[in-house]
């Protein structure tokens, strides 16, 4: 090859991933290189696994598909600096369905991005106000990728901890997995100054700093695979034990005025999975002459107020049969609400 022709590899390559076919005189013109060049270009792309179909005829062109694998994409200024500030808006909102693989790949993407190219991330970003969850929570999304990075490389990190009651610690962890819950991250990570296992709220990490000293990734207790057997999967039930035994333990018992679809597309799948009750003689178990209602039979460790709240945004009437103190805390908290709608004005 000579010394041109990586880079013309590249630009082919870039506008190949667009969707659409590209005649191979269109190709050869924009490449200043005749139709033949294009012709070894493609060849050479395939034998680098990229799977690029050619049509004939006058009308004729190329085309890249869908593989067997996912070959390297090749994205221009514009197309990298959208996905990053994507991917740092909702890994750093743990929005539901955004699991740690998006945090993987956002600190794959960063470590790559040119200086111009992160300068216009960060700028975005900053330039950018986030709309609340409601809880206080938020992650700026450096510190996601810090730990992401150091848990995948396996190497130790320092960064400071604000526990539930304030107190500020310096810790020095040995980093397992990342587990997002859909409104919140969480560190698996072996404490190196208390010789045990925790888990650290994301949001209350700060100065995380990755030490370079590598280490080799312990079992956590009760799992016999260790980082390479489980992995994510040992994490994710490590993590509702340790939870399981922090928080007390809530028995839902809701009955909806609305279809169980409805109410399953507004509840987090962390609260359970309603099931459809009819009402007798059509009524819902709600109270309401709506049609056919759900009930939710469920256990969580949350807090009542969250759970109070999603409750109420599901947006449809409910009705609450235990825990007691969900119960109490709904009355105190519509009382409150009514005496705040009925203030004066």
């Known amino acids: 090859m000579t010394d041109t022709t990586p880079a013309r590899l590249l630009k082919l390559l870039s506008l190949l991933q667009t969707p659409r076919e590209w005649p191979g005189g269109e190709l050869a013109e924009r490449l200043d290189v005749t139709p033949r060049t294009i012709r070894r270009d493609i060849d050479r792309l395939r034998e680098l696994g990229y799977p690029v179909e050619a049509s004939r005829g006058s009308a004729g062109g190329y085309r890249l598909v869908a593989g067997a694998a996912l070959p390297p994409l090749v994205l221009d200024d514009e197309e990298a600096v959208a996905i990053a500030v994507g991917l740092r808006a909702?890994?750093?909102?743990?929005?539901?369905?955004?699991?740690?693989?998006?945090?993987?790949?956002?600190?794959?993407?960063?470590?790559?991005?040119?200086?111009?190219?992160r300068h216009r991330v960060s700028s975005l970003q900053n330039a950018t106000v986030p709309l609340a969850r409601g809880d206080g929570s938020t992650i700026d999304p450096r510190t996601l990728t810090t730990l992401a990075s150091a848990a995948t490389g396996q190497e130790r990190l320092r960064f400071a901890y604000r526990s539930g009651d304030g107190t500020e610690t310096r810790r020095q962890v040995e980093p397992?997995?990342?587990?997002?819950?859909?409104?919140?991250?969480?560190?698996?990570?072996?404490?190196?100054?208390?010789?045990?296992?925790?888990?650290?709220?994301?949001?209350?990490?700060?100065?995380?700093?990755?030490?370079?000293?590598?280490?080799?990734?312990?079992?956590?207790?009760?799992?016999?695979?260790?980082?390479?057997?489980?992995?994510?999967?040992?994490?994710?039930?490590?993590?509702a034990r340790s939870m399981a035994g922090r928080q007390p333990e809530l028995r839902l018992d809701v009955s909806f005025a609305a279809p169980a679809e409805f109410v399953v597309a507004r509840l987090p799948p962390t609260l359970g999975v309603p099931e459809p009750v009819p009402g007798p003689d059509g009524e819902s178990p709600g109270g309401e002459n709506s049609g056919n209602g759900c009930r939710l039979r469920s256990s969580c460790t949350d807090s009542l107020e969250w759970v109070a709240l999603r409750l109420a945004l599901v947006d449809c009437e409910f009705t609450v049969q235990g825990p007691p103190e969900l119960v109490e805390h709904l009355e105190r908290l519509g009382a409150r609400l009514t005496r705040a709608a009925g203030a004066p004005r």
């Open 90 to 117: 909702g890994a750093g909102h743990a929005i539901e369905g955004v699991d740690e693989a998006s945090v993987r790949a956002l600190a794959k993407l960063e470590q790559v991005l040119p200086a111009r190219l």
């Open 176 to 239: 397992y997995r990342l587990v997002s819950t859909g409104r919140r991250w969480y560190l698996v990570a072996y404490d190196l100054l208390r010789e045990d296992w925790r888990t650290f709220r994301v949001d209350r990490v700060s100065e995380p700093f990755a030490t370079g000293a590598r280490f080799t990734p312990r079992p956590l207790p009760g799992e016999s695979g260790g980082a390479d057997g489980g992995g994510a999967e040992d994490a994710a039930r490590y993590f």
